[in-house]
């Protein structure tokens, strides 16, 4: 593997500032979760049973804790694999959504650090690399003082040729 940097970087330059915690943006964030967990099965459990009575059963115990059947998805009554999905009751799907919620918070705090931290990174590499720049003229300033003084130290050891006429 060959390296094929230059010894030229490009001029490192910060446009624009991270983002700043959004409490509507968040909120935006969440009701789109909200949408999503509301219009997928994420809201449903599904009951099954290998026999009718079995599955009828359990039906019966999910309705009686409050879960209403749905016609959201396809109920199957085949033989041997009996199963609906039952839509959860209120008071769990709202467990579910502010648990959704922590999670989208975590990652949006996650997102907006990361970001944070990736401007931080290129301040550190702007600063050092306008240093750099700063202490390399300086020393190119210094070389070129001291080559003049050493020309004028030569010029005047040296005279002009003199070639008689």
């Known amino acids: 593997m060959t390296n094929t ?15 700043k915690y959004d409490a509507n943006e968040l909120l935006k964030r ?14 449903c459990e599904m009951v099954r049973g290998e026999l009718p009575y079995l599955f009828l059963a359990k ?33 769990l799907q709202q467990a579910d959504l502010a648990i959704i919620d922590e999670r989208v918070k975590a990652e ?3 997102e907006l650090e990361a970001e944070r931290e990736h401007y931080r990174q290129q301040l550190t590499q702007q600063l050092l690399q306008a ?6 003229k300086k020393v190119a300033d210094q ?3 001291l080559l003049a ?16 006429e």
Do not use: C, W
Request: glycine share 4%; no cysteine.
């Open 5 to 19: 940097a230059t010894n030229s970087q490009a001029r490192i330059s910060i446009k624009g500032v991270p983002r």
């Open 30 to 43: 969440q009701q789109g979760f909200h949408a999503m967990y509301r219009s997928t099965d994420q809201n």
């Open 59 to 91: 039906v019966i115990e999910k309705h009686t804790q409050g879960f209403t059947l749905t016609d959201r998805y396809p109920m199957s009554m085949s033989n041997m694999n009996y199963h609906a999905h039952m839509v959860k009751p209120e008071q």
């Open 108 to 110: 949006y705090i996650s």
């Open 131 to 136: 240093a750099e720049t700063k202490e390399a």
């Open 143 to 145: 070389k070129a003082k």
């Open 149 to 164: 003084s050493i020309q004028a130290e030569v010029d005047s050891v040296f005279t002009d040729l003199v070639v008689p």
